[in-house]
């Protein structure tokens, strides 16, 4: 197999008469050696059906079937998910190992198969709603590597304490360990983004809880997030009535109601929320 080089991609552009659309997040990965690199970060191997979100032209694409059994590919972009089976047909010998989907990622909630790995590069405006929708609905996904702008990347991989750690950070944690995996050069893309990009990856592991306590440990992550300087106490009041009332139900929880939220990991606020109320 032959991978796309810069010149093909433009030329592929060309044929299309395709203008990279800012509003799809649309910047292309020109250079074919970090396309295999990361398929390699990924760890994908011939036992593997690769999940890969935004395939663009197919770049990635192309790595990731010199790889795994198989890929299935989902692009919002009709023109470009027309294109797709092509190119993998003129530069790959068995394109019958691509299935593609023209959906919305953010709508996705079913496939025909079940993959077990993710890499993707993720469009940065939807990245962290894409992959929390990629967790919960897809729980054979045991690990991945996504591409995502740098500072969505920090945030991901957050650490509680730290000023990175937020929301995505220990809403990520219910379903997977998320680490940093290292920095892309904005050259690599075509046309060239105004941000830095770098890759996260996950491991999956099992959830602290049900459905019912996602919800509501989802709903406390949110409150405590909302306003960051507040204590839990307060940032949780509106939540239970009360800051009174929210300090009983943190006390109850053995958790500091003086803390703020980046204090806490994924199972302090599993804690709070199972001495809530329903």
Known sequence: MSLLGAAEIREL????????????GQNFVIDSNICTKIVRIAGVTRNDIALEIGPGLGSL?????????????????????????????????????????????????????????????????????????????????????????????DRLAGRPGTKEYGIPSVKAAWWAEVKGAGSISRSVFWPAPNVDSKLVSFTRRGTPGDEELRKKTFAIIDAAFAQRRKMLRSALAPLYGSSAAAEEILLKASVDPTLRGEALDISSFCSIASVSEP
């Open 13 to 24: 552009a060309a044929t299309l008469d395709l203008k990279p659309s800012k509003s799809l």
């Open 61 to 153: 694409t192309l790595a990731l079937l010199q790889s795994a059994a198989s890929v299935v590919a989902v692009e919002i972009d009709p023109r470009l998910a027309h294109q797709l089976p092509i190119t993998v047909a003129h530069h790959w010998e068995h394109p019958e190992n691509l299935t593609l989907i023209i959906q919305d990622a953010l709508l996705l909630n079913e496939l025909p198969v079940q993959p077990t790995v993710l890499v993707a590069n993720l469009p940065y405006n939807v990245s962290v709603p894409v992959l929390l929708n990629l967790l919960e609905r897809f729980p054979t996904l045991r690990t991945g590597v996504v591409m995502v702008q740098a500072e969505v990347a």
